[in-house]
């Protein structure tokens, strides 16, 4: 068993950045790939980014690519989503997830964190 609890989010203005961190339970948080969703008002959740057990490999959707970072810090049992050149259209509820493989697909995790609201003003 797994729980996970985000932090860090808030309101900030278009083109600022802001990072949301995650914080697993437990002694197998690094056994575990994390990723992080999102889900807008009135939308359905969607895939922003998802990390590998040791961190080497990330893998970004094409809407965050090049302004989000996914790291962690195994010895912390953390997971962080750094955000810059923040846009309105990033306001949403964001939440993170522990699964066994890397991957954009909400049903491959097994575990979720109750998320953290980010607003984006413009």
């Known amino acids: 068993q797994v729980q996970l609890v985000e932090s860090g989010g808030g309101l900030v203005q278009a083109g600022g950045s802001l990072s949301v961190s995650c914080a697993a339970s437990g002694r197998t948080f690094r056994s575990y790939a994390m990723g992080w969703f999102r889900q807008a008002l009135g939308k359905e959740r969607q895939f922003v980014a998802t990390?590998?057990?040791?961190?080497?490999?990330?893998y970004y959707a094409n809407s965050v690519k090049g302004r989000f970072t996914a790291s962690r810090d195994n010895a912390k049992n953390t997971v962080y989503l750094q955000m810059s050149s923040l846009k309105p259209e990033d306001t949403a509820v964001y939440f993170c997830a522990a699964g066994r493989v890397t991957s954009m697909f909400q049903a491959t995790y097994d575990y979720w964190g109750q998320g953290t609201q980010v607003t984006v003003s413009s």
């Open positions: 990390i590998n057990q040791d961190g080497s490999n990330t």
